[in-house]
């Protein structure tokens, strides 16, 4: 072989093992940028969404937000995986919550001018049984734990709990006879013991003890209340003060909630308590960041909040007692429910 030959064929041989050498390292950076971000979603595979096959274990069904075909559609990924890739379903929500084989999912639904809302109840396959327009931006959702009452609440005027002037309305639907209760601002309201009357009283963030109790956040002339509802009777009964955005343990004996803590910046105004219901004492949760969302209880002892992410929310958990360290569950992830 001639002089040039041989350095043809040693430069090729550079070239190859070059190429060889930059993917090795272009694969290496990107499985080690690629740790804690999200996987890419799978495709649906057309299963039961909202209830678990006996043994199987838990899965968590979320808002996904990660860019690209399968934003803000629901997906799933099991519990003790939530890095795992994740199943997308073909629906698309902005709340979301799920509990007896009922989900609700509050929609945005464009138009030529601008977006209308609407409340769908879906099965256990995620199929729709009936809608509902909403008059507002959803803002929470809650189903009972039977699976025969759902909640939301939208925000008619403003668009921010942080806001001076803002106006919610929030509704419940039974769904074994779909009865819809329009306005839970017509139930009778008790405040410190009396009855009470004010055009400004706001009702927002139900959480459901049965099917005949649940909790809301009451506010009026500045304060905020934990209340208790009696579906039945159509009352409102405040029990603490300073209270937004309840949350109801499995156990029914505590309520995890955001509370405004004076001194904090008017933009970052709240942290996340819980609150014994027998003793009415409350404590702080080591988490020490403003949480401006209904946090979810993946067990009895520990909470799931969303909080501002790269690609909108990421999920976080802390313990529910007021020990440990706040730690991300998901990226790209908001409204999550619990299955199985």
């Not at 629901?74 to 519990?79: D, E, I, M, R, Y």
């Not at 500045?222 to 009777?233: E, N, P, S, W």
């Not at 003793?279 to 946090?295: F, I, K, L, P, S």
Request: aromatic share 8%; charged share 20%.
């Amino acid at each position: 072989m001639s002089g040039k030959g041989r350095l043809l064929l040693l430069l090729g041989a550079v070239l190859v093992l070059g190429s060889v050498a930059a993917f090795a390292v272009h694969h290496a950076v990107e499985r080690a940028g690629g740790r804690g971000r999200p996987q890419p979603p799978a495709a649906a595979d057309g299963r039961v969404w909202l209830a678990a096959p006996a043994g199987a274990g838990r899965r968590m069904i979320f808002r996904n937000t990660a860019g690209g075909p399968h934003r803000d559609e629901l997906a799933s990924v099991p519990t003790d995986r939530p890095e795992a890739q994740r199943a997308t379903s073909k629906l698309t929500c902005l709340r979301f919550s799920a509990a007896g084989g009922t989900g609700i999912c509050l929609q945005s639904v464009p138009g030529p001018l601008r977006a209308s809302y609407r409340a769908v109840v879906v099965d256990e396959r995620l199929n729709e049984r009936r809608s509902y327009p909403l008059p507002g931006v959803p803002s929470r959702a809650r189903v009972s734990p039977s699976g025969h009452l759902v909640a939301w609440t939208v925000f008619v005027s403003g668009d921010s709990y942080g806001a001076t002037a803002f106006s919610t309305r929030t509704s419940f639907l039974d769904t074994r006879t779909w009865k819809l209760q329009d306005n839970l601002e017509e139930y009778d309201l008790k405040v410190d013991g009396s009855w009470y009357r004010s055009l400004d009283v706001n009702v927002w963030g139900v959480t459901f003890a049965d099917d005949g109790h649940f909790y809301a956040t009451v506010s009026t002339r500045g304060q905020t209340y934990l209340a208790k509802g009696d579906i039945a009777a159509h009352s409102l009964t405040t029990v603490h003060s300073n209270v937004e955005c309840p949350s109801l343990s499995p156990d029914g004996t505590r309520i995890a909630y955001k509370k405004r803590v004076p001194g904090l910046p008017a933009d970052s105004p709240w942290r996340l308590y819980v609150l014994d219901l027998r003793t009415m004492r409350e404590t702080a949760t080591a988490e020490h960041r403003t949480v401006d969302d209904q946090a979810v209880w993946a067990t009895d002892t520990t909470l799931v909040y969303a909080l501002p992410g790269k690609s909108g929310t990421d999920l976080w958990t802390v313990p529910a007692h007021g020990s440990g360290t706040p730690q991300r569950l998901a990226s790209a992830a908001s409204t999550p429910a619990f299955i199985g």
